[in-house]
C-alpha cells in the first residue's frame, strides 16, 4: 500500500468520490469511478485514470488518510495479422 494524496467531490457528504490523485509526483486524473464496496472502516473506489489504468484506492475514514491498494495496467490492444487461406479447388485441401 502506497500513500497518495486524493482530491475528492464533497457532495452530501466529504470525501464522497475521487477526482484526481497525485502518486511519486505525477497527477492523475479519474475519468471513471467503475466500482465502490466498503469495509467496517473504509471506503474502496476502483478508478480509471486519464492514463488508462484501473487503480484501486481505498480511504480509511478513521484515520481519514488515502492509500493504494491495487493497480492493474491497461492492456494493450491486440493486433490481428491478416492470413491468407489458399484453397485447392482440385483436392478441396486447405494450404
Sequence with gaps: MREI???CYAGYRADEKPLRFTLRGRE???TE????????????FRVLANDGNYYVLRHDEVQDSWTL???????PATLVEPVEVRVDC???LLS
Design 5 to 7: 494524496r486524493v482530491e
Design 28 to 30: 492523475f486524473v479519474v
Design 90 to 92: 482440385t483436392s478441396g
Design 69 to 75: 491498494d491495487a493497480f492493474r495496467a491497461a492492456r
Design 33 to 44: 469511478v467503475d466500482g465502490q464496496w466498503y469495509s467496517p472502516a473504509s471506503i474502496y
